[in-house]
């Protein structure tokens, strides 16, 4: 195991931005960017023992910094929507920005993905970043103290730990926005998906959960049987037209959250996570741009499997709460485990 440093280049704000690779004793690797505590890269080797990256990214800060894609990013204060762009808490209602047809989005006009973290290597395997979201970023209360370290296993398991405190009661909800290609070229409609829920949360207008939770059963959101994750993608339903595709969250039934495989390369990924809930994005609007290498990006190239609070959570009786208290730690954790199973 090994963690080596290099530069990535500059932000517009003239920071610094620093790329961190931790390679495995079978060649594995991730590269994580100080700038929006990002994954920017993940090579894990295929069944012919060929390296395969299996995310998204760029190569450039200034593509990071352009696009609004969220690419490997740490989301935050909260991921996902919260509805009209306005949360009550403690009786004070906080206006917050409206990036998303009315709602906010992924924190708000600036997130944790659009900052540079400190960076620290913790040891020879994990790399841990940290950063203060002061009282009033993005209009969210309370100095909030959040780290994210980052592990990478010898049997290949992306291990991901949050943790985080604040001086007031405030609302926190992160979680990485990864888009896995198991393939590496971009046939992500065609690999296996499974799903270990039940229910899923419908939405309304501008993609915002109503509330309400839904049974998979009998529907194109039903992946308790393995399928590919396209079969039903242009099925004639009211939910995957409100998402343009699938944009849900789904309710989980316990810590084994999902499992993605590639008979292309052989490499299978399983997600467990303590988080009650798992955002399916089929990167509907990724649009056509350069990614990493030259490759050009399309809708659907990809796959995130978000672990998470349920979005817009504030609004929603009974739904789990993102309100972390004074002094109370926020600390959570979802592990991708990559395998071959061909």
């Known amino acids: 195991m090994s963690v080596s440093v290099r530069s990535f280049g500059l932000t517009r704000r003239g920071e610094a931005v620093k790329a961190y690779t931790i390679q495995n004793a079978v060649g594995a690797s991730v590269t994580l960017l100080d700038y929006g505590a990002t994954v920017q890269s993940l090579c894990i080797p295929d069944k012919d023992d060929v390296l395969t990256d299996v995310v998204l990214g760029y190569d450039t800060v200034a593509a990071y910094e352009e696009h609004d894609a969220y690419l490997g990013a ?16 403690n009786g004070k209602e906080y206006a917050l920005a409206d990036n998303a047809a009315g709602n906010c989005l992924h924190g708000g006009l600036r997130g944790f993905d659009k900052h540079v973290w400190q960076a620290e290597i913790a040891d020879e395997r994990s790399v841990r970043f940290s950063r203060l979201s002061p009282d009033g970023e993005e209009n969210f209360p309370g100095n909030l103290e959040v780290s994210v370290t980052f592990i990478l296993t010898d049997d290949c398991a992306l291990v991901i730990t949050y943790d985080a405190v604040s001086d007031a009661d405030t609302l926190v909800n992160l979680t990485n926005h990864s888009y896995f290609d198991l393939s590496g070229c971009g046939k992500a409609m065609d690999q296996t998906l499974f799903i270990n829920a039940v229910s899923f949360l419908e939405l309304g207008a501008g993609t915002l959960p109503t509330g309400r939770q839904l049974s998979v059963g009998g529907t194109p959101f039903d992946f308790r049987t393995p399928k590919r994750v396209g079969r039903d993608i242009a099925a004639d339903d009211k939910q995957l037209r409100a998402g343009g595709g699938y944009d849900h969250n789904f309710c989980l039934s316990g810590p084994y959250a999902a499992m993605l495989e590639s008979r292309i390369t052989g490499i299978r990924m399983e997600v467990f996570t303590d988080l009650p809930g798992v955002q399916l994005y089929t990167a509907n609007f990724l649009g056509n741009q350069a990614g990493k290498g030259g490759r050009q990006m399309h809708d659907r190239d990809a796959v995130c499997l978000e672990t998470q609070l349920y979005p817009n959570a504030m609004n929603c009786w009974g739904f789990p709460s993102p309100v972390l208290r004074k002094g109370q730690h926020m600390n959570t954790t979802t592990t991708y485990q990559f395998s071959l199973f061909m």
């Open 74 to 89: 740490t989301i935050g204060r909260v991921g996902n929507r919260i509805g009209g762009a306005r949360f009550s808490l």
